[in-house]
T-cell receptor, first 112, second 115 residues
Framework: DAKTTQPTSMDCAEGRAANLPCNHSTISGNEYVYWYRQIHSQGPQYIIH???NNETNEMASLIITEDRKSSTLILPHATLRDTAVYYC?????????????FGRGTSLIVHP | GAVVSQHPSWVICKSGTSVKIECRSLDFQATTMFWYRQFPKQSLMLMATSNEGSKATYEQGVEKDKFLINHASLTLSTLTVTSAHPEDSSFYIC???????????FGPGTRLTVL
């Protein structure tokens, strides 16, 4: 059962910020928000995860609302190579013990 | 660099034959590995959990006699699609959890085409 909802598709101009939303209104207090992406014909790639604080790494930023019912993945300067399907996943545990359950994700197209 | 590999990256076989797909953890040992399949324009669907030293755990609707899983060592799990049919054509992906890491590490996937 899907625990997250994401827009089916989005597009973004190269060099601009890509903001990908995710709704997870039924998230539990001990569940983390994970983001992965899948470039065509490749395996998924981990991007970032968070519990309640905003997070940033070399790939992206994750903004989680105070009530934790939604989040936004931000690619600050999108490139053509960021064209992929982005998956938002909630998980009951940190660490590798959980099994990611993938929804449909958001297909992001970055155009020149 | 890649920490999980799959072999082969793609395979074409005739209907009725069996195909073995390998998933290797390159940098660390893994007592558990996960197998997914992905049909065109669809999301990843978990097929089974591969357990080192014990039987695999299959998701509902996945035939264990058709999709044989062997966790041969702490770095290798194999998925054998037996008596493959065209409807088994799919993208098969493994993932490996790693102790001390929050994320899953996914293999590059294996594209199976059954003629």
């Amino acid at each position: 059962d899907a625990k997250t909802t994401q827009p089916t598709s989005m597009d973004c101009a190269e060099g601009r910020a890509a903001n990908l939303p995710c709704n997870h209104s039924t998230i539990s207090g001990n569940e983390y928000v994970y983001w992965y992406r899948q470039i065509h014909s490749q395996g998924p790639q981990y991007i970032i995860h968070g519990l309640k604080n905003n997070e940033t790494n070399e790939m992206a930023s994750l903004i989680i609302t105070e009530d934790r019912k939604s989040s936004t993945l931000i690619l600050p300067h999108a490139t053509l190579r960021d064209t992929a399907v982005y998956y938002c996943i909630v998980s009951p545990a940190s660490g590798g013990s959980y099994i990611p359950t993938f929804g449909r994700g958001t297909s992001l197209i970055v155009h020149p | 660099g890649a920490v999980v590999s799959q072999h082969p990256s793609w395979v074409i076989c005739k209907s009725g034959t069996s195909v073995k797909i390998e998933c290797r953890s390159l940098d660390f040992q893994a007592t558990t590995m996960f197998w997914y399949r992905q049909f065109p324009k669809q999301s990843l669907m978990l097929m089974a959990t591969s357990n080192e030293g014990s039987k695999a755990t299959y998701e509902q609707g996945v035939e264990k006699d058709k999709f044989l899983i062997n966790h041969a060592s702490l770095t290798l799990s194999t998925l054998t699609v037996t008596s493959a049919h065209p409807e088994d054509s799919s993208f098969y992906i493994c993932s490996v959890p790693r102790e001390g890491y929050n994320e899953q590490f996914f293999g590059p996937g294996t594209r199976l085409t059954v003629l």
